[in-house]
């Protein structure tokens, strides 16, 4: 089955803690990307990575950190969290653009609870 | 620059009636739209999207879109309600080279019995 998969699913840390939250695709897609969806504010991009060793910054990039060594995985990494960092994050993959893959397909969420 | 505007952040309906959920956007390339729903404790759900092909766009569980370029709009409708359209629909921008993506934030549909 195609799927984006993420883990944890939920987490409960203390600020400075450090985490990663990983994210795996089995689609061969190109592109990831991670956001961050708060009540009233929508989904908000954080990074988003177009291949391997390829990042770049979205709107909300501050606090955190990705990397994309493989192709299938791209962990979202916060190394010292705060409370504004108390979010549902969802990870998300795309295909390649302008035959159809602009669509992504989306992880079904980390729930993170920074105390 | 490139934004996504929902009009409402909650709507209530009645189970067979209309449903209209307002989607404005702006942008400075060609835009491709989406419209996503979010059940409960899900993760997001293409319901349909506009790719500058047929403005008319028709998506999963009855739901369509209509691409007006004149008034920057890609309302959701659906003619008649059904309970288990009850969840949070999100309005989601792309364009130039499909890197960034921008959301709305959210209207969440209520259909009462």
């Known amino acids: 089955e195609a799927q984006v998969t993420q883990n944890p699913r939920y987490l409960i840390t203390v600020t400075g803690k450090k985490l990663t939250v990983t994210c795996s695709q089995n689609?061969?897609?190109?592109?990831m990307s991670w956001y961050r969806q708060d009540p009233g504010l929508g989904l908000r991009q954080i990074y988003y990575?177009?291949?391997?060793?390829?990042?770049d910054k979205g709107d909300v990039p501050e606090g955190y950190k990705v990397s994309r060594k493989e192709k299938r995985n791209f962990p979202l990494i916060l190394e010292s969290p705060s409370p504004n960092q108390t979010s549902l994050y969802f990870c998300?993959?795309?295909?390649?653009?302008?035959?159809?893959?602009?669509?992504?397909?989306f992880g079904p969420g980390t729930r993170l609870l920074v105390l | 620059a490139q934004s996504v505007t929902q009009l409402g952040s909650h709507v209530s309906v009645s189970e067979g009636a209309l449903v209209l959920l307002r989607c404005n956007y702006s942008?400075?390339?060609?835009?491709?739209l989406f419209w996503y729903v979010q059940y409960p404790n899900q993760g997001l759900q293409l319901l349909l999207k506009?790719?500058?092909?047929?403005?008319l766009v028709k998506g999963i569980n009855g739901f369509e879109a209509e691409f007006k370029k004149s008034e920057t709009s890609f309302h959701l409708t659906k003619p008649s309600a059904h309970m288990s359209d009850a969840a949070e629909y999100f309005c989601?921008?792309?364009?130039?080279?499909?890197?960034?993506?921008?959301f709305g934030s959210g209207t969440k549909l209520n259909v009462k019995p």
């Open positions: 506009y790719t500058s092909a047929a403005t």
């Open positions: 942008s400075s390339v060609p835009p491709y």
């Open positions: 990575s177009m291949n391997v060793e390829v990042t």
């Open positions: 998300a993959s795309r295909g390649l653009a302008g035959i159809g893959g602009e669509t992504q397909y």
């Open positions: 989601a921008l792309t364009g130039g080279n499909f890197n960034k993506f921008y």
């Open positions: 689609m061969n897609h190109e592109y």
